[in-house]
């Protein structure tokens, strides 16, 4: 069984930065496909980023492009996704999110329901 575990959300204001963590346990993750989710106010969950199996290919919704960056850090099993210059309409709830899937593609507009572990969630607020 995997587990995931968001950290890192917060208050912020419009401008600043924000560093979200994943931490994952369970098993290797390899061959699993990592990706960011969010629920903003008045919209459904929406992929904003993953990460493909070995890290070898990166994938962003038009949103975020150029704002936010997803990584792992091998060692720690843990993924991040640093998010710069945010807006207060990036406000919401941050999940990630893991399935098997040994290729080395992803995109944030793949079925919600291909991912089978998901974490609990983490609040970040863009206000002043």
């Known amino acids: 069984q995997l587990t995931l575990v968001e950290s890192g959300g917060g208050l912020v204001q419009p401008g600043g930065s924000l560093r979200l963590s994943c931490a994952i346990s369970?098993?290797?993750?390899?061959?699993?496909?990592i990706a960011w989710f969010r629920r903003t106010p008045g919209k459904q969950r929406e992929g904003i980023s993953c990460?493909?199996?070995?890290?070898?290919?990166?994938n962003y919704a038009d949103s975020v492009k150029g704002r936010f960056t997803i990584s792992r850090d091998n060692a720690k099993n843990v993924w991040y996704l640093q998010m710069n210059s945010l807006k207060p309409e990036d406000t919401g709830v941050y999940y990630c999110?893991?399935?098997?899937?040994?290729?080395?593609?992803?995109?944030?507009?793949?079925?919600?329901?291909?991912?089978?572990?998901w974490g609990q969630g983490t609040e970040v607020t863009v206000s002043y």
């Open positions: 990460i493909s199996a070995r890290a070898i290919t990166t």
């Open positions: 369970g098993f290797t993750v390899d061959y699993f496909t």
């Open positions: 999110a893991a399935r098997w899937d040994p290729s080395v593609v992803c995109s944030t507009s793949d079925d919600q329901g291909t991912y089978t572990y």
